[in-house]
């Protein structure tokens, strides 16, 4: 009976967030952080960055914003923004232990609160290392997940590729809605990297490291 009720869940904010994020008035309304793209082109490549030990994806970098429409610039401005918050990165340190803990790769959803992003742990298990995101029934603007099951998946900074088991084929890009990936890094160190597969080519932003 759970499974069922996931899994209508899984569907209705499909829709929901389908519909809302194609042009409905009602769509989640972030604030509108950077007026200039090369301003947060800069301010970006000026960051630390970390690359996938074997990139899957030629462009890791802020040259993607100037591909993207003006919505998905403002998401990446926001979460840029949302990430230079102590408040923040305290709270996906907590989200990275827990992850380290359970050996288990823990995800969400980016939601909208105050007209800024807010992201949200909100998973069950569903294989050895693992899980499924469970939607609330109201618009989202995208979903993340972490690369945090052990101490250092440097290695594994980034989404993921190859045919059949990619998170660029993920739920967030099914759902026509960008993905974050947060990776921890050795040390208290993470990377995080901005997705949205359902553009061809797909773009991947990486948006640097912070230290917690």
């Known amino acids: 009976m759970l499974t069922k009720i996931t899994s209508m869940r899984r569907v209705l ?3 929901v967030s389908a519909i809302l994020l194609n042009g409905c008035e009602f769509t989640p309304k972030l604030n ?7 301003e947060l082109y800069t301010k970006i490549c000026n960051q ?10 030629p462009t890791e970098n802020a040259s993607g914003l100037f591909t993207l429409n003006n919505w998905g610039i403002n998401f990446v401005g926001n979460l840029y923004d949302f990430l230079q918050d ?3 990165i305290k709270k996906i340190s907590e989200g990275i232990e827990l992850s380290v803990k359970e ?15 807010e992201l949200v742990i909100s998973d069950e298990k569903n294989t050895d290392k693992h899980t499924t995101t469970i939607l609330p029934l109201k618009p989202i603007i995208g979903m993340f997940h ?19 088991n990619t998170d660029l084929n993920n739920d967030a890009i ?3 809605m960008p993905g974050i990936v947060i990776t921890k ?9 901005a997705y949205f597969g359902s553009i061809s080519p797909p773009i991947v932003i990486d948006l640097g490291n912070y230290e917690y």
């Open 103 to 117: 050996g288990v790769e823990h995800s969400g959803y980016a939601d909208v609160k105050n007209g800024n992003i």
């Open 86 to 88: 102590d408040e923040n």
């Open 146 to 164: 972490y690369h945090a099951w052990n101490e250092n998946c440097t290695d594994y900074a980034g989404p993921s590729g190859g045919p059949g």
């Open 13 to 15: 904010t499909a829709i």
């Open 174 to 176: 099914k759902q026509g």
């Open 48 to 57: 630390q960055h970390t690359h996938r030990k074997n990139p899957q994806y």
């Open 32 to 38: 509108m952080t950077h007026k200039s793209t090369f």
């Open 185 to 193: 890094l050795k040390g208290k160190k993470f990377n995080v990297d």
